[in-house]
């Protein structure tokens, strides 16, 4: 019984992972296996928690040197789709200056993805709203040009909750 249990196992495994590789495109499958950037940071220069109407919830951390950032990571509660997302939003968020971070979408995470499915495309929003949401924190402790610059909305166009909480 063993190894036919083991072997069922590999079988449903390899439904899934060929399931997720056709819905999701092998960027996003490897990400989904693999991803990166993932963890709570101590004492970060910048963070927000951003819940989106979905109800996934995104935490994005960032230390700052230089002007620019050298450490960034990501938390969520959400789903694959999220974390592959809050992933990849961390990763572009290294090396670049506040006002560079503003300039991420949701869009650009997608694009990088080569897309999602419809009813994911929301977690690329979140991602980037998140990772601006952390950037105003930054600035806000720093007292920058873009501090205050006021809630993100998310992918209906509402404003979430809980943007630069510690």
């Known amino acids: 019984m063993g190894k036919d249990f083991d072997d069922l196992a590999a079988e449903l495994q390899n439904q899934i992972y060929e399931e997720t590789r056709a819905a999701y495109g092998e960027v996003a499958f490897q990400r989904w296996l693999k991803p990166l950037y993932m963890g709570k940071m101590d004492s970060p220069d910048g963070h927000a928690r951003v819940t989106g109407s979905c109800g996934d919830t995104m935490e994005i951390f960032l230390k700052f040197e230089g002007g620019k950032v050298y450490e960034a990571s990501f938390l969520t509660t959400g789903c694959g789709a999220s974390a592959v ?43 980037a709203n998140t990772l601006r949401e952390s950037c105003n924190d930054y600035m ?26 510690d």
Request: charged share 25%; with cysteine; hydrophobic share 30%.
């Open 85 to 127: 997302c809050g992933s990849f939003a961390a990763e572009l968020a290294l090396g670049k200056t506040p006002e560079a971070l503003f300039e991420i979408t949701g869009e650009t995470i997608l694009d990088i993805l080569g897309g999602l499915p419809d009813e994911e495309r929301h977690c690329a929003v979140l991602a």
């Open 140 to 165: 806000t402790r720093k007292g920058g040009d873009h501090a205050n610059s006021g809630p993100v909305p998310d992918h209906d166009g509402q404003y979430a909750k809980g943007g630069g909480e």
